[in-house]
C-alpha cells in the first residue's frame, strides 16, 4: 500500500476501500533499481548538458527498471564539464517523468593518462581544489561521487579537501599499486569504478589496484556485459566481494537503446558492431547494457538467484550512496521505488515514489 510516495504497508490483509488497485499476474514486484554509472542512451549523453537529453536518458532509466540514477560526466575541458554539471544541478529538484536523478558520477578529469579508456587525453587534468569547489558549488547539496587516480599530483591534498565537503570519491582510472589504494580507504574513500576497467592489470607480485579493490573493504563496481569482464571474472569478483559489496552498473553510452553504427563519446567518435562499443583505436567505449540485463547476465554467468542478482542493483548501490534509509528495497517506509518484472525480468511497469514513469500492456 503505496500513499505519499511512500510504502505504507505490505501483505494480503490491506483494506481495498478509498484506493487504486494494480493488479498483475504472474510477475515479481522488485525494488528499483539503482545506476551509478551511466553515460547515456538514446542518442544522448550526459555531456550534452541539456534538459532534453538528461531527461531522454532518465526515461529510458525507468523503461528498463531503473529508479535512480547518476548522470557520469566523461573527461572534457573545464566550460563543458561546467555546463553539463549545472544542467544536472537544474533538474535534481525538479519532477521528472523517468527515472531519478539522484546526483552525478563526475568519472574524468582527474585520471591517469596511461590508463584513460575512453576518455580524451587532451582534457586530462591534475586534481585541483579549486575545481572541486567549484563542482561543489553547483551540484549543492547533491549527492556528487568522483572518480579519481590517487597516484597523480596534489591528487592526496584534493581528495582530503573532498572528502571534508562531503564528495563520495571512487578510486578508478588509475596506475596506483596496491597500498597507495589500500591507504585511500582509511582516509575515507569507499569505492572502486568499474574494476578491472581502466586499472593497471592484476599480477601475483603486483597485485595493484584491482588486488585492493578485491581485498580492501571497498565497494566495486562491475560491468557484468561479458565484454569488459568474463563471465568467468564476474563470477570470481562476486565471490570474493560478496553481494553486499558489489554493485552493478552499465558504463552505459550513447548507443544504448539503439542499433550498430557510429556515435560519440566524450567528444571522440565511437563505434558501435555487434553491440560493443570502441574507439577507431579499439579501446572500449562504454557499453550497451541495461541495468535489468546486468542482472540477467550475473544470474547467467554466477548461478545466483534473482533477489541476490537484484540486491547488487538495488540495496546495495543505496547503501554506498548512503540513501538505504529511503529505497534500495520493499520495506515499509522507504520510497515507493518499484518495478514490476515479468518471469523473463523484463520491466512491465516502473513507479518512482509512487508515481507511475513507465508502464506497457502485459
Not at 561521487?145 to 565537503?165: C, G, N, Q, Y
Not at 596496491?178 to 569504478?193: E, H
Not at 548507443?255 to 560493443?276: F, H, M, P, R, W
Not at 528495497?329 to 513507465?358: Q, W
Amino acid at each position: 500500500m503505496i500513499k505519499d510516495g511512500y510504502i505504507q504497508d505490505i501483505g494480503s490483509n490491506i483494506p481495498e476501500e478509498d484506493k487504486q488497485v494494480l493488479q498483475f499476474r504472474d510477475c515479481i514486484a522488485a525494488p528499483g533499481l539503482i545506476d551509478i554509472n551511466i553515460h547515456g542512451c538514446m542518442g544522448c549523453d550526459t555531456m550534452d548538458g541539456t534538459r532534453i537529453s538528461l531527461e531522454t536518458i532518465a526515461v529510458f532509466a525507468a523503461s528498463r527498471g531503473v529508479t535512480a540514477l547518476l548522470p557520469t560526466t566523461m573527461t572534457d575541458s573545464p566550460i563543458r564539464l561546467q555546463r553539463a554539471l549545472e544542467a544536472i544541478a537544474a533538474f535534481i529538484y525538479k519532477p521528472c517523468r523517468g527515472a531519478r536523478i539522484a546526483g552525478v558520477h563526475i568519472e574524468g578529469p582527474f585520471i591517469n593518462e596511461r590508463y584513460r579508456g575512453a576518455h580524451n587525453r587532451a582534457y586530462i587534468r591534475p586534481p585541483s581544489i579549486d575545481e572541486v569547489d567549484a563542482i561543489a558549488d553547483i551540484m549543492g547539496k547533491a549527492h556528487i561521487s568522483v572518480t579519481m587516480a590517487p597516484e597523480l599530483e596534489k591528487a592526496s591534498a584534493v581528495m582530503d579537501h573532498a572528502l571534508a565537503r562531503g564528495l563520495r570519491l571512487s578510486i578508478g582510472h588509475t596506475g596506483a599499486d596496491y597500498d597507495m589504494v589500500m591507504s585511500t580507504a582509511k582516509r575515507g574513500v569507499i569505492s572502486i569504478t568499474h574494476i578491472f576497467n581502466g586499472m593497471k592489470p592484476l599480477h601475483h607480485r603486483d597485485p595493484s589496484a584491482a588486488g585492493a579493490a578485491l581485498t580492501g573493504p571497498f565497494y566495486v563496481e562491475l560491468i557484468a556485459d561479458g565484454i569488459h569482464n568474463h563471465p568467468a571474472v564476474v563470477d570470481m569478483v562476486i565471490k570474493i566481494k560478496g553481494i553486499d559489496k558489489t554493485i552493478l552498473v552499465t558504463d552505459a553510452m550513447m548507443a544504448t537503446g539503439l542499433s550498430d553504427g557510429q556515435y560519440e563519446l566524450g567528444g571522440q567518435k565511437a563505434y558501435v558492431k555487434n553491440g560493443i562499443a570502441r574507439l577507431k583505436e579499439g579501446n572500449l567505449a562504454g557499453s550497451t547494457l541495461t541495468l535489468i540485463r546486468a542482472v540477467k547476465n550475473v544470474m547467467k554467468f554466477t548461478g545466483l538467484p534473482l533477489e541476490k542478482a537484484l540486491k547488487m542493483a538495488s540495496l546495495t548501490p543505496a547503501r554506498a550512496l548512503g540513501i538505504d534509509n529511503i529505497t534500495g528495497s520493499l520495506a515499509v517506509g522507504k520510497r515507493a521505488d518499484i518495478v514490476i518484472l515479468k518471469e523473463d525480468l523484463e520491466p512491465v511497469l516502473t513507479m518512482v515514489a509512487g508515481n507511475i514513469v513507465f508502464s506497457r500492456a502485459l
